[in-house]
C-alpha cells in the first residue's frame, strides 16, 4: 500500500526523456517525458490526435524517435524494433490491435513467441496456456482453433490484450484496451490491470473514458497537441480539472456543457419553487 | 457445485455452449459441408477438376490411364512441380516471382558449362547451379527488403535477364547435350522403385503417419484438450494405407515409381512440415496474412521475405536442373516463358491463393498432376500444343476464379 503511495520514490522502470517525433509536417511528439515504475499504473490521457498512439509506438519499437531518451530498468536503451521492446519485456496492445486474420487465436498469442518442442511448434502446451490466458480475462471465445477474422471487434480486443500476457513483461502499455468491449469484460481488463500492479509490473493505460482511469490509475500524464500538458496524481484530480488540462481551457466545451446543464437544473427548481409559492 | 463437476468432464476447448458439438459420421459430413459453403474450399476444386479431367481423357483415350502413362505423368511433373513448391512459399507471401523459367534454365546451363565445356566434376556442377540460385534469390531479397521494389517488377526483369544470361552462358552452338553417364541423367529417367521395396516404404509411410496421429491424440487427451476420435483415424489411416498400396500395385505394372517423382514428393512433404510445424512456417503465414501485425509481434519480417526468395530460386534451380537430366540436354529453350507460367498456374490451380496467408505445400503437387494429366492427355489425343495453352490458360482463369469467390464467401462468413 504504502509503496503505492509514492510510486515516484522509487527507481522508474520505464523513463523517457526529451522525447521528438516528428511525421513530415506534423510535429506529433515535442520534448514528452513519461515515467513508469514497477507496480505502478499511469494512465495517458489526451485528445484525438494528441500523440498518444505515437508515444506508445515509440516506446514499443515501431517508430524510431528522433531524439530522446529511453531508460529501462536504470540503463539506456535504444528501442530499435518491436522484437527488441519484447526482448526488453515491453508488452504492448495497440490501438489498431495487429492480428493476422489468417491465423488463429493460438497461433495470434504466441506469434513471434512461439513455444518449441524439438524444434517444432507445441501446439499442445500453447493452446493449454492460450484457455488459462482467456479465462483469466473471462473471454468469450468459442474455439482458439478458429481464425481471427471470424471473432468479433470485442473478442478480436480480448485476444490483442491476452497477447501482452504471454511471455513474462515488465511494462504493459494498452491503447484504449477496452474500446470494444462489454461491461464484463471491461470490468476483467480493469481487474487485470490491477492484478498486473499488484504483480509488481508497470502498466501504461490509454483511455478516453475518466472513470476508467479514476478507477485504476495511480498517475494520469495529459498529452495535449503533443506536449506534456498536466500530470496528476489521481486522489488530487477532480474531473474537472482532468478536462481543463485535456482540451487546455478552463472555459471549453465540456465545462461549458455541464455549466448549462446545472443552470439548466437550478432553473427548472426556481420555477418549481415559483409555482409552489 | 454440480455445475463446476459437469465443466470439469468437457475439455477445455469445448466449454463453450455455442460450439456446436460434432456427433459421429453424420456430424463430421454436416461439418464438412459447412466448411465447404463458407468458402473454405481447400484442395477440393482441384481434385474434382483431377477426376473430370481422368474421366474426359480415358473416354476419348483409354491408354491415358495405364499404367505406363500414370508413371510418365509423374515423372514429367516433377521438375516443375519443385519450381511450384518454390511459388507457393513466395504466394504465400502475396509476392510473385516470374523468373523461376528463366533461373532454372540459368542454373541448368550454368551446370552443363561447368561439367561438359570445362570438365568439372557434376558435383561441382549442381553446387555452382544451387548457388546462382541461392544469390539471385539474395538479390532479390535486398531489392524488396532494402529499396522496395515490387517483387512482380524485379521479377519480370529477372525473367528477361536471366533469359538473357541463359543465351550468353550458351553461346554459339545453344544446345549442351548431358553425358550418358551422368548422374543426373540416370537420377531423373532411369531409377524407379518398384517390388519389394515399393511395398516396404508404402508401409513405413503408413506406420509413420499412423504414429504421428496416435500421439497427437495421447499428447490432447493428456493435456485435457479434446482430440479426435482413435476411430476416425484409423478409417484416415486406412483410407490412406489402401490408396498407396492400390496406386503402388497399379504403377509396379510398369516400371514402378520413378525417383525423380518420389524426390518432388519428399520435397512437398517437408515443406508441409516446415510450413505447418515450424515457427519459420508459421511467421511466413503471418506475414502473408498482416505484414504489420507480424513485424509489431517481433517477427524478423525481412529475415523471412530473404528465406522465401532464397528458397523459390533454389528450388527452381533444382527444378532446372532435373528437367535438364530428363531432356538429357539443356537447350535456349530450357525454362523459357512455358515453365514459368506452368510453375505459376500450378501453385494457384493447387489451391494456394494469390492474395496470400492461404495454401499449402501440397497445392503445388496436385496442381502440377493436373497440368502435366491435362498436357499428356491432349498429346494422347494428337492436339496440338496451341490447344494446350487455350486450355491451360482456361484452367488457370478457373482456378483464380474459385480463389477469389471462395475468398469472398469467406469474409461474408467470417473465415476471413
Ligand atoms: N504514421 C503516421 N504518419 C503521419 N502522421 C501520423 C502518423 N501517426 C500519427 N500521425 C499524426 O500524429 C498525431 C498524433 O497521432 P496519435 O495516433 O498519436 O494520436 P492519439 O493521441 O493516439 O489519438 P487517438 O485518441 O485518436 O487515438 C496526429 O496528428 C496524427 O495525424
Ligand atoms: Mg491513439
Not at chain 1, 522502470?13 to 510535429?27: D, E, M, P
Not at chain 1, 488530487?236 to 455549466?259: F, P, W
Not at chain 2, 507460367?341 to 505445400?361: E, K, M, N, Q, Y
Request: some cysteine; glycine content about 12%; charged content about 15%.
Amino acid at each position: 500500500m504504502s509503496a503505492i503511495a509514492t510510486p515516484l520514490a522509487r527507481e522508474p522502470v520505464l523513463s523517457l526523456r526529451g522525447v521528438n517525433k516528428r511525421f513530415g509536417a506534423v510535429q506529433a511528439l515535442t520534448d514528452v517525458h513519461i515515467d513508469v515504475a514497477a507496480g505502478e499504473v499511469v494512465a495517458l490521457v489526451g485528445d484525438n490526435g494528441a500523440g498518444k498512439s505515437t508515444l506508445v509506438k515509440v516506446i514499443a519499437g515501431v517508430y524510431q524517435p528522433d531524439s530522446g531518451d529511453i531508460r529501462f530498468s536504470g540503463i539506456n536503451v535504444t528501442v530499435g524494433g518491436p522484437g527488441e521492446a519484447q526482448a526488453l519485456g515491453i508488452a504492448t496492445v495497440f490501438q489498431d490491435l495487429a492480428l493476422c486474420d489468417n491465423l488463429d487465436v493460438v497461433a495470434n498469442l504466441f506469434l513471434g513467441r512461439e513455444d518449441l518442442a524439438g524444434g517444432l511448434l507445441n501446439e499442445v502446451k500453447m493452446e493449454k496456456e492460450a484457455w488459462r490466458l482467456l479465462r483469466t480475462l473471462s473471454a468469450k471465445i468459442p474455439s482458439v482453433r478458429i481464425p481471427i477474422a471470424a471473432l468479433s471487434g470485442g473478442q478480436r480486443q480480448t485476444v490483442a490484450i491476452a497477447r501482452s500476457l504471454v511471455g513474462d513483461p515488465k511494462v504493459v502499455m494498452l491503447d484504449e484496451p477496452t474500446a470494444a468491449l462489454g461491461v464484463a469484460q471491461t470490468a476483467e481488463v480493469l481487474n487485470m490491470i490491477e492484478r498486473l500492479r499488484e504483480h509488481g509490473l508497470g502498466v501504461i493505460l490509454i483511455s478516453h473514458n475518466m472513470a476508467d482511469v479514476q478507477a485504476v490509475a495511480d498517475r494520469i500524464v495529459v498529452l495535449r497537441l503533443g506536449r506534456n500538458a498536466a500530470e496528476f496524481r489521481v486522489e488530487e484530480a477532480t474531473t474537472d480539472q482532468l478536462v481543463a488540462a485535456i482540451t487546455g481551457a478552463s472555459d471549453n466545451v465540456v465545462a461549458a456543457r455541464a455549466e448549462r446543464r446545472r443552470t439548466d437544473g437550478a432553473e427548472a427548481q426556481l420555477e418549481e419553487g415559483n409555482s409552489d409559492g | 457445485m454440480a455445475d463446476t463437476e459437469q465443466t470439469h468432464t468437457v475439455a477445455d476447448d469445448l466449454a463453450d455452449e455455442r460450439l456446436i458439438r460434432v456427433q459421429g459420421l453424420s456430424g463430421l459430413v454436416h461439418m464438412t459441408w459447412n466448411r465447404l459453403r463458407s468458402g473454405e474450399l481447400g484442395s477440393l476444386p482441384v481434385v474434382v477438376g483431377l477426376v473430370v479431367i481422368s474421366i474426359l481423357f480415358y473416354a476419348m483415350e483409354p491408354r491415358f490411364l495405364s499404367s505406363r502413362s500414370l508413371v510418365s505423368i509423374t515423372q514429367f511433373a516433377a521438375p516443375i512441380g519443385i519450381i511450384a513448391l518454390g511459388i507457393v512459399l513466395v504466394l504465400l507471401l502475396g509476392q510473385i516471382d516470374l523468373s523461376v523459367g528463366s533461373v532454372s534454365g540459368l542454373a541448368a546451363a550454368g551446370m552443363a558449362v561447368l561439367v561438359v565445356r570445362h570438365g568439372y566434376s557434376e558435383l561441382v556442377g549442381i553446387m555452382a547451379a544451387l548457388t546462382v540460385g541461392l544469390l539471385i534469390g539474395a538479390v532479390y531479397a535486398v531489392l524488396h527488403n532494402r529499396l522496395g521494389v515490387p517483387s512482380f517488377v524485379f521479377s519480370l526483369a529477372g525473367l528477361l535477364g536471366f533469359q538473357g544470361l541463359l543465351l550468353y552462358v550458351l553461346g554459339r552452338q545453344g544446345t549442351i547435350n548431358l553425358p550418358s553417364g551422368s548422374f543426373l541423367v540416370e537420377f531423373t529417367r532411369f531409377k524407379f522403385v518398384t517390388g519389394l521395396t515399393s511395398y516396404v516404404l508404402v508401409l513405413a509411410v503408413v506406420a509413420v503417419f499412423l504414429a504421428t496421429q496416435l500421439w497427437g491424440i495421447r499428447t490432447r487427451t493428456r493435456a485435457g484438450l479434446s482430440a479426435p476420435g482413435q476411430g476416425a483415424v484409423l478409417i484416415k489411416v486406412g483410407l490412406l494405407a489402401v490408396g498407396l498400396l492400390v496406386l503402388t500395385w497399379y504403377v509396379n505394372l510398369d516400371r514402378g515409381w520413378s525417383y525423380l517423382w518420389l524426390f518432388f514428393v519428399f520435397l512437398v512433404v517437408v515443406m508441409d512440415l516446415l510450413l505447418r510445424r515450424t515457427r519459420w512456417g508459421r511467421h511466413v503465414f503471418a506475414v502473408g496474412g498482416n505484414e504489420e501485425a507480424a513485424r509489431r509481434s517481433g517477427v524478423k519480417v525481412g529475415r523471412i521475405y530473404f528465406t522465401v526468395f532464397a528458397s523459390c530460386s533454389m528450388l527452381a534451380a533444382v527444378g532446372g536442373l532435373l528437367a535438364a537430366g530428363l531432356q538429357t540436354s539443356v537447350s535456349q529453350a530450357s525454362g523459357t516463358t512455358d515453365t514459368n507460367l506452368t510453375a505459376i498456374a500450378a501453385a494457384v490451380i493447387g489451391g494456394t491463393s494469390l492474395f496470400g496467408g492461404r495454401g499449402s505445400a501440397y497445392s503445388a503437387m496436385l496442381g502440377i498432376i493436373v497440368l502435366q494429366a491435362i498436357q499428356s492427355g491432349l498429346n494422347m489425343v494428337g492436339v496440338d500444343s496451341s490447344v494446350r495453352f487455350m486450355v491451360t490458360g482456361g484452367v488457370l482463369l478457373l482456378a483464380v476464379a474459385i480463389d477469389s469467390v471462395s475468398r469472398r464467401a469467406r469474409s461474408s462468413s467470417g473465415r476471413g
